[in-house]
């Protein structure tokens, strides 16, 4: 009889994964920005935004647990979602709760 245990590990870390999961979705708007490089910048900003020249290149969205979607945890996944989008800016427009779980909706912009 072989040992169920291996399969019990790899069960619980599977299940460990799923709860600190975020779920992104990205929607591109207008015509393929190219990716930035992975140490550009990025400025985070809050809606309106009034830099001129300042384009949209996709909406994102992000879907997690209360825990999972904080400044300190969202942020650098909307950066990079940002750089690989062609942006240079996130602009947080809006932020929904509702009993444990968060949704953020921003939009990521290229600023001149």
């Known amino acids: 009889m072989t040992s169920r245990l291996p399969d019990l590990r790899l069960a619980l870390v599977g299940v460990l994964f799923a709860c ?3 779920e992104s979705r ?3 708007i207008g015509p393929p920005t190219p990716a930035l490089a992975t140490d550009a910048r990025v400025v985070v900003y809050r809606a309106p935004l009034t830099a001129p020249g300042a ?4 909406l994102v969205e ?3 647990y209360d825990d999972d979607i ?7 996944r909307l950066e990079r979602i940002a750089r690989e989008a062609g942006g240079n800016g996130v602009v947080w ?6 009993r444990g779980f968060v949704r953020v909706i921003a939009a990521i912009v290229r600023v001149p």
Do not use: N, Q
Request: aromatic share 4%.
């Open 93 to 98: 427009m809006r932020t929904d709760r509702a």
């Open 20 to 22: 600190t999961s975020v």
């Open 26 to 28: 990205v929607v591109h």
């Open 55 to 58: 384009r949209e290149v996709a």
């Open 70 to 76: 904080d400044p300190l945890t969202w942020s650098p």
């Open 62 to 64: 992000l879907t997690g």
